[in-house]
Nanobody, 116 residues
């Protein structure tokens, strides 16, 4: 069945950078738009970024615009989220997401902690 696996999370100091990866198993990502979401303790899950199937269109909320960059390498069946200038408020579990035939699919999440 379709599976998404995130990786690349960890502990980083404010102002640092991380690159998250979302890889797919038994599924070809290149035909679908992919989203990144995050959920911080005590808060609702929120969208962070999304990218079109071709990679030609991306968007970001104001909270991360200019600091986060989403990209994809369809040959590797992988989507990335480059996070720069990280802030403590970016601390959350980050998830990748795809909607396939009207059904949402989520990865297991990867923890990002920004702290000094």
């Amino acid at each position: 069945q379709l599976q998404l696996v995130e990786s690349g999370g960890g502990l980083v100091q404010p102002g640092g950078s991380l690159r998250l990866s979302c890889a797919a198993s038994e599924f070809t990502l290149k035909y679908y738009a992919i989203g990144w979401f995050r959920q911080a303790p005590g808060k609702e899950r929120e969208g962070v970024s999304c990218i079109s199937s071709s990679g030609g269109s991306t968007n970001y909320p104001d909270s991360v615009k200019g600091r986060f960059t989403i990209s994809r390498d369809n040959a590797k069946n992988t989507v990335y989220l480059q996070m720069d200038s990280l802030k403590p408020e970016d601390t959350a579990v980050y998830y990748c997401y795809v909607r396939y035939i009207g059904t949402p699919y989520w990865g297991q999440g990867t923890q990002v902690t920004v702290s000094s």
